[in-house]
């Protein structure tokens, strides 16, 4: 048998330093959930040549989202809207986000952003961000 220590003001500590952050986070530049109704799931991975994203937009054409690249930030927005049924609802819950979604991703600076690469398919935005090729190192003669 094992002692373990009761500490009471534990979770008093875990809440003070939840409410903290969420205080704290509000002055970031982020704006991705100040903005949006509702942020969509992605997943980013890293390849040795390039990045990709799969972000989930189902219900949303993909040629309804605006994508930009500026200044290294990688930017989608868009809107999804709820479509109202003909007959009245007695109960509902809703899970799945609705109305206008903004995400951002602040991209390294060994992307090349002329290339990047966007399509739809099963509900899924896929970019391609090819990266730059990385400069090699070079051998500088000192002149006598």
Do not use: C
């Given at each position: ?113 002329e290339k990047v690469e966007a399509r739809g398919r099963d509900g899924v935005l896929e970019i391609v961000i090819p990266k730059q090729a990385a400069a090699q190192p070079r051998r500088i003669k000192v002149a006598a």
């Amino acid at each position: 048998m094992q002692a373990v220590r009761y500490e009471p003001w534990r979770l008093m500590s875990r809440l003070h330093d939840d409410i903290n952050r969420t205080f704290t986070d509000w002055g970031t530049n982020d704006t991705s959930s100040a903005t949006a109704d509702w942020v969509p799931a992605a997943d980013i991975e890293e390849y040795v040549d390039r990045f990709e994203l799969y972000v989930d937009i189902p219900g949303i054409s993909p040629k309804d989202v605006e994508i930009m690249l500026e200044g290294g930030v990688l930017t989608l927005a868009g809107s999804r809207e709820h479509t109202r049924p003909s007959e009245p609802i007695s109960r509902h819950r809703r899970e799945r986000g609705e109305g206008q979604f903004y995400r951002r991703f602040i991209l390294p600076d060994s992307v090349n952003g002329e290339k990047v690469e966007a399509r739809g398919r099963d509900g899924v935005l896929e970019i391609v961000i090819p990266k730059q090729a990385a400069a090699q190192p070079r051998r500088i003669k000192v002149a006598a």
